[in-house]
């Protein structure tokens, strides 16, 4: 299940794909691990990896709708194979990922908008080498898009003046264009438009982080804005702000994905080759468990983030499901990416601080992706809202299967306003618990039974829905059930070994236990509610020989597996010549 950069083996239907992926790998693989090292010490700016992009119209050929490709083949908005870009950039490193990132939440508005000739010179652009950002969010209002300060002010001729500032803008400094978020005074219109940073009146402050990106704090000084830069208004406008993050937080996800990968090889090979007290490190039982937990919780995360792939591609007016998986993708993965850097860091300690070790950025970087694109309390209290529809009003739909089809999501680009989200219903989760019968299964099953009923006997009271922490660790529960139910349902896609996926429920009552815990010790939890978590609170069934399996087969044989070329290409080549 984990990406190995040497043994890419995800399958594509056009040569395009592969070669997209490969060449992205040997980009970084030549580039080398000192040389990515030092330029995040040093904050370079990844003019490189850049040039890079543009020579292979990677991004273009990654972010442009068919429409505007101008005749160009394999071109298209694809996210099964997104996915797998986004993954192998967090691999290598997030600040390659981050340029990719904001480039796709720019060209959000402007693929959503109906203004054809931006669209049309978004995909020059995007073939020029160009990157995109997206200017909505503010220093005083962070994504409160309610409280946007930037205004457009109406001209008698017609036109508009855009003054305010923006901040957090990824790319603020190099974009080819910012599709910018705000209000036309004088009226309770949001807008969206599209800037030049080149322009004069366009200045880019600074920036405001301390890292190889530029994540700028920019102003608009009188920027002079017709109609033709006008990407949409009024609702439209709110709507393409929603729905740009709805299908761009799901990347958060993959890039924490990719970053545990390769902090998992690095790992598991510092560890297996020492020795302390006359044992190798890895003989340890406890360290032996930190692993298991670290390679069920990220095989977990990406079982889940592929099946969540597979729900926003087949997404539709009638089925909006993946507004519940997506953004458990930014938030439930992210979160279980911080679990398993710690489960690592725990192992190999001091060795995690080294500067040459990848594993130092992952440890650094892996606390951003929860606090991106809403933070978790945002997202859990969107994730919330589903909670009674999930539970007690489930739908019928056909079954949704793989999704890896050549074709473009262009759903993404036309998912209609974002309201009317009590609507939305999810297909029955107690059928696909019913199809598996392990012990830890079993025992969830068990735990999602008590969780049900106080929902419905022991509903939360008007106090506790205004405490918000009572409130986040009831969705942590939730999560857990809508988690574990997509796993399940990709364990058969994947042919997951039954211990495998036993070991994963592990994991997974262990954790809903500690929820349990927490909900349990609150002020304001009633006796009726406590008697129910007390039961909430199981322990799993314990199977040395199932452990000791996942072990040796999935977790110990993953040593040597894979390890970065340490120095350039060009580095490699002088020193075989001066050998030979």
């Not at 950002?133 to 008698?156: K, N, V």
């Not at 993050?245 to 790992?267: D, P, Q, R, V």
């Not at 009003?393 to 759903?411: A, C, L, M, N, Y």
Request: hydrophobic fraction near 40%.
């Amino acid at each position: 299940m984990l990406l190995n950069p040497h043994k890419l083996n995800r399958r594509y239907h056009d040569e395009t794909s592969t070669q997209i992926m490969r060449k992205t790998v040997e980009f970084f693989e030549n580039k080398g691990r000192r040389r990515i090292k030092e330029d995040d010490h040093e904050r370079v700016w990844y003019a490189d990896f850049l040039e890079f992009i543009g020579r292979e119209q990677i991004f273009a050929k990654l972010m442009t709708p068919p429409a505007y490709a101008d005749g160009a083949e394999d071109v298209r908005w694809d996210s099964w194979r997104n996915c797998e870009f986004n993954e192998i950039l967090g691999f290598y490193g997030l600040a390659y990922w981050y340029t990719w990132q904001v480039s796709m939440l720019g060209l959000g508005p402007i693929w959503i908008s109906s203004n054809e000739a931006v669209k049309r010179k978004a995909a020059q652009f995007l073939r020029e080498g160009n990157i995109f950002a997206f200017g909505l969010s503010e220093q005083e209002h962070g994504a409160d898009i309610y409280s946007s300060e930037m205004r457009l002010f109406p001209q008698p001729d017609g036109t508009y003046l855009a003054r305010g500032r923006k901040y957090y803008i990824g790319n603020g400094n190099k974009a080819g264009l910012v599709s910018t978020f705000g209000k036309i005074d004088g009226t309770d219109d949001y807008v969206f438009f599209v800037v030049d940073p080149k322009n004069e009146k366009y200045e880019c402050v600074k920036n405001v982080c301390n890292s190889q990106n530029y994540v700028a704090e920019f102003a608009l000084h009188d920027y002079l804005i017709t109609d033709g830069e006008i990407l949409s208004r009024g609702r439209e406008a709110w709507d393409a702000s929603l729905n740009t993050i709805n299908f761009c937080k799901f990347n958060l996800g993959w890039a924490s994905i990719g970053m545990c990968t390769h902090a998992f090889y690095e790992a598991i090979d510092h560890a297996g080759e020492r020795r302390l007290f006359d044992s190798y490190v890895t003989d340890f039982p406890h360290i032996r468990q930190l692993f298991v937990d670290a390679y069920v919780r990220l095989v977990s995360m990406k079982l889940f983030a592929l099946r969540a792939a597979d729900y926003m591609r087949a997404a539709s007016p009638e089925d909006r499901r993946y507004l519940l998986y997506n953004p458990m993708v930014k938030m439930k993965v992210t979160t279980q990416g911080e679990a398993v850097i710690d489960h690592l860091w725990d192992v190999i300690a001091a060795k995690g601080f080294e500067k040459d070790m990848y594993f130092e950025m992952a440890a650094r970087d892996i606390r951003a992706l929860p606090k991106l694109e809403g933070t978790v309390h945002v997202n859990m209290a969107l994730i919330i809202k589903f909670r009674g529809n999930y539970f007690f009003k489930p739908g019928h739909f056909p079954t949704i299967d793989q999704r890896k089809e050549s074709v473009s999501d262009e759903f993404l680009f036309d998912q209609g306003p974002t309201k009317g989200l009590g609507k939305i219903r999810f297909h029955d989760y107690r059928a696909t618990y019913a199809s598996v019968s392990l012990p830890n299964a079993n025992i969830f099953k068990r735990q999602i039974r008590y969780l049900k009923t106080m929902l419905a006997v022991a509903r939360p009271s008007k106090e506790q829905a205004k405490d918000i922490d009572f409130l986040l660790n009831l969705g942590e529960l939730f999560t857990l059930v809508v988690y574990g139910q997509l796993i399940i349902e990709n364990a058969k896609i994947y042919a997951i070994d039954d211990d495998l996926l036993d070991q994963i429920f592990d994991v997974i009552v262990r954790d809903f236990s500690r929820y349990a815990l927490q909900l349990y010790g609150k002020s304001v939890t009633t006796k009726r509610q406590q008697l129910l978590l007390r039961r909430m609170i199981k322990r799993p069934v314990v199977n040395n020989a199932r452990f000791d399996k996942i072990w040796s087969e999935y977790v110990s044989t993953l040593q040597g597996a894979y390890k970065m070329n340490e120095e350039p290409a060009a580095n490699r080549e002088e020193s075989v010549a001066g050998v030979a």
